[in-house]
């Protein structure tokens, strides 16, 4: 008598196998998608604070900048109050006015505000050559149209300018002309 063993082939995955297939795929998507989850917020966290990682530190610059090359300033409750010098205010300003001298002696003025114009709020930065020199009605340039708000005080001594961001942050800097 012969006996013959069929070898029988295997053709397929057991169930233990695709369970276990099946739940180490669910598991990868599951972190996949808490990953792309933090991703997106992080990247929202980074976009609501742009204001103070980009524009503000550019303000800054360009604010001592003016500041450090000005003999003195004033500040105005506004640019129609800077501009004919008239009501100078020590806190509460929207409105900076400076004074440069040049070398051969002459002045120049300038005026750094915060203001309303077609429905934007912007920095912007007038300037007038000499005493009979009418000022502009548009300014020389817009420093920055991000800004919601900014204060300039001069109540402790110092000039400090407080800019709050499209977000509501703030931040304060200090400093005076030498």
Do not use: C
């Not at 063993?5 to 369970?19: A, D, K, N, Y």
């Amino acid at each position: 008598m012969t006996i013959h063993l069929r070898t029988v082939s295997r053709r397929g995955f057991t169930l233990i196998e695709m369970t276990l297939a099946l739940s180490m795929t669910l598991t990868i998507a599951g972190v996949l998608l808490i990953l792309l989850q933090q991703q997106l917020s992080f990247g929202q966290a980074l976009g609501q604070f742009s204001f103070l990682r980009d524009e503000a530190p550019q303000v800054n610059t360009l604010l001592t900048s003016l500041t450090s090359r000005a003999d003195n300033y004033r500040i105005f409750a506004n640019l129609d109050s800077a501009k004919n010098f008239s009501n100078a205010v020590r806190s509460g300003g929207k409105a900076l006015r400076l004074r440069f001298r040049n070398p051969d002696g002459s002045t120049q003025d300038g005026i750094v505000a915060f203001e309303e114009r077609n429905d934007s709020k912007e920095l912007n930065y007038y300037l007038k050559d000499g005493d009979t020199t009418a000022w502009s009605s548009t300014p020389r340039w817009t420093v920055s149209s991000q800004p919601e708000n900014i204060v300039f005080d001069n109540s402790f001594g110092i000039l400090i300018v407080t800019i709050t961001g499209p977000n509501g942050d703030e931040i304060t800097y200090a400093g005076n002309p030498e």
